[in-house]
Each structure stands twice: as structure tokens, then as C-alpha cells.
């Protein structure tokens, strides 16, 4: 078991680099344990990259994760999974000729407790009452809110105890962008511990505990929202640092 | 026209054959993106390896030659994703193509070394049995030929839609990144695709013998243009493409054959394949829903 005083996910130093380009530069920030922490930042601040070398998609090239007390930075995506992280990725990549059940059943893979499996399935079609509608449709043919929600459906197929979540606004009308910062919400009430990145910044901050600011490969600030500097912060998530 | 049709339905019942090695490109395509050109050569050595059955005891069953067909495909397959594909850089993908050229004539130089190149008998199973309908027949051994292959095609798709590697090998296939994501293993799905189509290519080789009677070296080259013609006809990655497009092939080459001559056959099959590239470049059944 984890002390209580240790947070749920810890990077540090983490440098990740695309050939002789490092996209993170030595990043240090932490996850507590049932909170939700936002990752804000500009295009290219290197958001996408954090997710997936912690997912384990992409391989540090130095520096530590540590989730729950484990190493896992440089695992294999597996691994990770079968640690408890699950990430809703960028632009939800769901299975598009699978049905939403195929894709739900994909989410719980390393699973082998069939009926808990089924028992779930039947909490994610409770909370994602659309996703049963459609649950024999292919993803593909699902809107894009849709397609969001199958995605972090899927995610919380495996049980996870940390998820990750890239972008889930990207692209989508504003009531169905509203309609998934309450299931963001309604997770966090259940006691999920997320850790999102969002270029919306006016929404995340509204829901997150804690959230970090990254501009060029690190962390340039970090805080609570609602302090003072919240507008010099939503100003540079997009626009960037006036040095850039 | 009974010449017609008589010619179709023996062609369309030994397309099943190249239905069975269309599938096999189509899937590790679908699966890896990748064209795997050793696989004809590796299912007609599956095929050589089920007669080493005969000549351990002599006088056994062609059922048994064609199990041991199977099974050999399957090791085979696996050992072309070793040698071919999984210590090769995904990054370098003529790599991994130009060691299964390199691997399908090495198959091709073992089987003449072995066989001194000349042609072996290879047993059938119900070759004397004749259904006939007025002027019309069904040759027996072609009809199992036929039923055997739909029977493969039929266990693939219930692996494919009914099991949880068959879940993995979807998955992988139609988006690599939130497979992994999953907790899908998208090595090991890698692997298993190439062991899969290993046993049906080693049943589709055993086959092609039984209904030609004899098996000889010189048939790898040919089916493996027959395979591909058949994947890009059917559409690239779609099963039920390869099955229909292989069974068209069979039935116009046959029909070709009937009216043209076999020196001239191959050429028809070509200009279809033209006709195709020309008209319908996705194929039969392009497959839908992209990889990304």
C-alpha cells in the first residue's frame, strides 16, 4: 500500500525527445490521490507527449514516474494498464468498425472476472445511457460526443485507478463539451483521481483541485484555481509566454 | 454452355484455395500494415510437410497428411513473423519486405533440394466419388476441396468475432495505439496473426494438392501473384473480399482455361487484375473505417 502522504502519480525529470528534439524537457508535477489535477499549456507545450510516455506509448529518455509507489516509467503500456492507469487519448481513437459493446469489452481486456466485467458494462451503459442505445453500432458511425464518452467508458473498463485524460473537449459543440466536464465531475464524486490536460482552460479550472501550466517542455507554473494569477495563466494556456 | 458452366463450378471450387491464401495476406496486411510475400511458399511447405506423415507410416490416411499440413503451416508462420518481422525495425518496413522475399526463396531452394525437384503424388479424399446432374458433374475430391476451405474461413471468422484474440487481433488491426492502450499485447497479436494464417495457408497448400493430385516447387511463385491479385480484388485487409475475390478468380481462370488453353489463362487473370487497378482500385470491399 501507498502512505497517504505520497501523491498517486509523481513525475520528475522526466525528459522525453523526438529524435535530437526534446518535446519534455525535464518535467516534475504530481497527481494526489482523488483529486483532479489539470494540465493546461499552449499547442506543442509537450501536454500530448506526457500523457503518452506515462501511458507508456512513447519511452522516456530519462527521469522517473512513479505511480503508487511503483517505477513505471518506461514499462510497457501493458504493465501500466495492469498497474491501474488507463488513458483516454487525443482525438478518442476508438475501434471504428467494432460496436460500442466490442469497444467496451477491448476497454476490460486484461480482465478475467466475467461477470464483474458484466456487471460493470451494465454501470457504464447506466452512466453513459447514449452508449446503450448505440451499443450495437459501430463506433465509427457514433458523433463525436459519442465517441468521446465510448472512449472514457472503455478507459474505465479496466478498472483504473489513476485516468488520464488528453484533450476530451477537442472538437465538440459547446453543450456536449458541457455534458462531458459533468461526467468529469460525476467521476471525480464516485472518487476517481484524474489527471486531464485541456486547452479549454475556463472549464477545466472549474472543475480541477490543482492544475500546472507548460509552456516548452516543463511545468512554468503550478496552483489552485481561483488564485490571483488565474488570468495571467488562462492567457498564456493559450496564447503561450510573451517570450514566445 | 454446359462447357461454361461445367468450367465455372470446378474453377469457383478450387478458388476456395486461393480464397484461403488471399485471406491469409489480407489479414497480416489488416493486422501489420505489412505484405508478408513469403506466405504462398510457406503454405505449399506446409503442405510438403504434411507428406512427411506418408513417409514415416507408409499408407496413412490423407486426412492425416492434411492435419499434419495444417499444423506444419502454423509453425512455419510463425517462424517467417520471427525471422521476417519481429527483430526487424517497425520503422524499416522494405526491410521487413525484402526478408520475406529473401525467406520465399529460401522455402523455394528446400523444397527442390528436397524433392529434387520433381513433382510429388499428394493423396485426395473422395476422388472417386462423381455427382452428376445430366451432362453436368461435381468432382467429389473438389467438393471437399470446397467444404474444407469454408470450414477454415468459417472457424477464422468465429475466431475473429468470438474470442478474446480475436477481440485483441481487431483491435489491434483497427487502431494500434488504443490497443495498447487496452492492455493488449500488440506483439504478441502480431504473432499469433502470422501463426493463424499459418494453419490456414498449410490447409489451403494440402488442398491445392489434393485437387491437383501432385504438389511441385514451381507452384510457389504462381500463388503468390494468384494471393495478391486475389487481396487487391477483394480490397486490401477485407476478409470477405478475399473469399469472394478468390473464388472469382478461380472460376474466370477455369472458364479461361476451358476456352482459351492454359498457356494463355494467366494472362486473362491479369488483364482482371488491370481491369480492377483501373475501375475499382479499392477492390471489392475496400475496408471501411480507416486506421486512424
Known sequence: ?????????????????????????????SVEQGSITCLLGPNGAGKTTLMMTTAGILKPRGGSIRFAGTEIAG????????????????????????????????????????????????????????????SAQLAGTLSGGEQQMLAVARALMSRPKLLLMDEPSLGLAPLVVEEIFRIIADLHMDGATIFLVEQNAHMALKVAQHFYLMEQGKVTFSGTPGAMAEDEVIRRAYLGSAKA | MLD???????????GATYALIGIGFTLVFGVMHKLNLAYAAASVGGAYCGLLIVKVAAGAPAFAVFFGAFLAGGVLGYL?????????????????????????LLIDEIIVHETDGVPLNYPAMFDDVMLRVGEFTLRGDLLMVFVVSMVCMAGLLALLYKTRLGLATRAVSQQAVAAQLCGIRVG???????????????????????????????????????????????GLGSIPG???????????ESVLQQFRGVTERDLYVMLLLFVFLVFRPGGLFAPK???D
Do not use: W
Open chain 1, 75 to 134: 514499462r510497457a503500456p501493458h504493465a501500466i494498464v495492469a498497474q491501474g492507469v488507463a488513458l483516454v487519448p487525443e482525438n478518442r481513437l476508438v475501434f471504428p468498425a467494432m460496436t460500442v459493446i466490442d469497444n467496451l469489452q477491448a476497454g476490460a481486456y486484461q480482465r478475467r472476472d466475467r461477470v464483474e466485467t458484466g456487471a460493470d458494462l451494465e454501470r457504464m451503459f447506466a452512466r453513459f445511457p447514449r452508449l446503450k442505445e448505440r
Open chain 2, 80 to 104: 517467417v513473423y520471427l525471422t521476417c518481422f519481429h527483430f526487424i525495425p517497425v520503422s524499416n518496413p522494405l526491410a521487413a519486405l525484402m526478408a520475406t522475399v529473401g525467406m520465399l
Open chain 2, 4 to 14: 461454361f458452366l461445367q468450367s465455372a463450378s470446378d474453377g469457383i471450387l478450387f
Open chain 2, 289 to 291: 473505417g480507416g486506421r
Open chain 2, 242 to 252: 478475399a473469399i469472394i475475390a478468390g473464388l472469382l478468380v478461380g472460376g474466370f
Open chain 2, 188 to 234: 504478441r497479436v502480431n504473432a499469433m496473426t502470422f501463426v493463424v494464417t499459418g494453419l490456414l495457408g498449410g490447409i489451403a497448400g494440402a488442398m491445392i494438392g489434393a485437387s491437383v493430385g501432385t504438389l511441385s516447387p514451381l507452384l510457389t511463385t504462381p500463388l503468390t501473384i494468384k494471393g495478391l491479385i486475389v487481396t487487391v480484388i477483394g
Open chain 1, 1 to 29: 500500500m501507498t502512505r497517504k502522504d505520497h501523491p498517486l502519480l509523481e513525475v520528475s525529470e522526466l525528459v522525453t525527445a523526438y529524435g535530437k528534439i526534446e518535446a519534455l524537457k525535464g518535467v516534475n508535477l
